[in-house]
């Protein structure tokens, strides 16, 4: 009776092995997959539309007086969606469980957040799209500059500035086995730039 309680202990003990290093490689096949930041959407500053606004005179009475209206109360927040594609190259499923990541644009640090959402892209260059919805103040983010600046910031933002916006978003992914989460030890850069 002890012998098969023995053999039964260690079928369990090697099936969750072999359970812990396909989760472990699955992390590292999504860590070495393409990344690419393919677009920013719905880019709302204090609730104004600025993905069709194309110059400050586009603004219709009402937003603009919702956009100073945030600036006097010293509150700006812009909300957008980043929209990363993640490519497979390898030949087995890549996975992750969550990930933590900081965006930047322009060399600034916005903001960092958790995804706590399960990922799974299938192997052989197939992709999936992982949407980032964001959320922070940007007048804090961008202490002392003037509400031009600071509009001009979100109008680039959407590609419709003056000039390109320059955007990296460091991820980093991390699987969970069993009842442990382990992080991948490096931040993954991703790096782009939107408008002209």
Known sequence: ???????ILSLVVFLSSCNVLKEAASMYNFAKCDFRLSSVDNVRLAG?????????????????????TAFITNQLPLDLTL??????????????NGMEWILLIDDIEMTRGKLDRRI????NNQSTMMPLVLSFDLKKVLTGKSADAVINFALNLSGNGNRPTR????????????????PYP???????????
């Open 1 to 7: 009776m002890n012998k098969v309680k023995i053999i």
């Open 48 to 68: 104004v539309n600025v993905q069709t606004i194309q110059k400050h005179s586009d603004l219709s009475i009402i937003d603009a007086a919702k956009l100073t």
């Open 83 to 96: 929209n990363v594609e993640v490519r497979n190259p390898n030949t087995q499923k890549a996975t992750m």
């Open 120 to 123: 799974e892209v299938m192997p």
């Open 167 to 182: 955007i990296a978003l460091k991820a980093k992914p991390s699987v969970v086995i069993g009842s442990m989460t382990f």
């Open 186 to 196: 490096d931040y993954i850069t991703i790096r782009t730039e939107f408008g002209k």
